[in-house]
């Protein structure tokens, strides 16, 4: 897939933090929440360019 971006053969559109949001708006969220994929660090470093993945990800469970 990063090759045929690459090459101009698609384009990829990640969903907004606010599409994100609005697909769990009734689910309990957890730190971090809503963040880019890469932020997320289980290791506890910050990430160095958390913006460099296109996905979101969401932190939460069904209420």
Not at 22 to 51: I, K, S, T
Request: proline share 11%; glycine share 6%.
């Amino acid at each position: 897939m990063v090759d045929a971006e690459g090459e101009g053969r698609m384009t990829l559109v990640p969903p907004s933090r606010g599409q994100v949001q609005q697909r769990v708006a009734d689910w309990e969220l957890f730190e971090p929440a809503v963040a880019p994929v890469m932020a997320r660090r289980p290791d506890g470093e910050p990430a160095v360019n958390p913006e460099a993945a296109y996905d979101r990800a969401a932190v939460a469970r069904r209420s």
